[in-house]
């Protein structure tokens, strides 16, 4: 038999009957302790899936919660004295409560809307639709932060900090890269116009601005990282399958970048708070950069 235990607001499992009892013998899993498997209709306290195991098993109720045996998917297995610490119902994150298929859809009955997290039913205005599904406003925080903690790739996600400092070398790059192309260009753009200077600088200061566009648009459409990224373990992908942006989207993303840094770099900001460190861009192109 398969088990799942909640310690610290999150969902824990699956683990086999053998490992589970050894966390109920050490005092991890305590008679609070909300658990579930595959023959429970919903999350119940370890006490009371205890005290129905006894009576399926024997015929008669455990007393006082003392060291006994019971039988559980037809082995027995010797279970110790619970500790009785007092503590509040943690919230069951994404558990695998079954449900029908009314209350997935959100269907009301007498007592509410199903909060497919914690189990609970609410009233509609304390209900809101969360990934396909319906979570109550208590537990939206941990819901949401469960959901992010899911997707993170296996170095995390790159935060506000870090990201910045791999825009600082790439702008020292561009820099370099500049300075050549100001030596360079400008000799030969006075020739091409017949040396007039003042045409070829202004033909020179535009090729200059496009610079930074094209650097980025080329290295993220390409390899997915700019070099200042590539040096920091950094790469962009695109949220639904972890790939490069393209061409198209390292556009887009570079664009609102830009617009972004207009607003006094509030959208940038953004990446310090949200779970998946996104900026505005990553919220507007679906992308989100990662360490790795």
């Known amino acids: 038999m398969t088990w799942f235990y909640v310690a610290d607001g999150q969902r824990q499992g ?21 658990v579930w498997n595959e023959s429970l209709p919903q999350w119940e306290p370890y006490a009371k899936v205890y005290a129905q195991s006894v009576q399926a098993a024997e015929g008669t109720k455990p007393a006082g919660g003392g060291a006994g045996t019971t039988t559980m998917s037809g082995r027995k ?19 695998p409560r079954p ?21 609970g039913r609410y009233p509609a205005d304390q ?10 406003v208590r537990c939206l925080p941990s819901v949401k ?57 202004d033909h020179l200061e535009l090729a200059l601005l496009l610079v ?25 992908i695109r949220t639904k399958d972890d790939d490069h942006p393209g061409y198209v989207r390292a556009l887009l993303r570079e664009l609102f970048f830009y617009i972004s840094t207009l607003f006094l770099c ?3 900001l953004l990446a310090g708070f ?13 992308t989100r950069v990662v360490r790795g």
């Open 77 to 95: 297995a010797t279970h110790y004295q619970l500790k009785g610490r007092q503590s509040e119902t943690p919230t069951v994150v994404l558990g």
């Open 212 to 236: 930074p566009l094209v650097y980025s648009v080329f290295f993220v459409g390409t390899f997915g990282a700019t070099p200042g990224k590539m040096l920091l373990h950094l790469r962009v």
């Open 145 to 201: 932060q469960a959901k992010a903690h899911q997707r993170a790739p296996e170095g995390g996600f790159a935060g506000f900090w870090i990201r910045g400092a791999a825009r600082v070398l790439d702008l020292m790059l561009l820099a370099v890269l500049a300075l050549g192309l100001f030596a360079v260009g400008k000799p030969l753009l006075i020739t091409f116009f017949e040396f007039k200077p003042k045409v070829a600088q």
């Open 14 to 34: 699956p683990m086999e009957e053998g490992a589970f009892l050894d966390l109920v013998r050490t005092g991890k899993i305590t008679s609070e302790t909300l």
């Open 99 to 119: 449900t029908s298929a009314a209350e997935e859809a959100g269907a009301t009955t007498i007592s509410g809307m199903l909060c497919r997290a914690c189990g």
């Open 274 to 286: 949200d779970p998946e460190k996104r900026g505005v861009h990553d919220f507007v192109c679906d």
């Open 266 to 268: 509030l959208g940038h």
């Open 127 to 136: 209900i809101v639709p969360f990934d396909g599904g319906q979570v109550c």
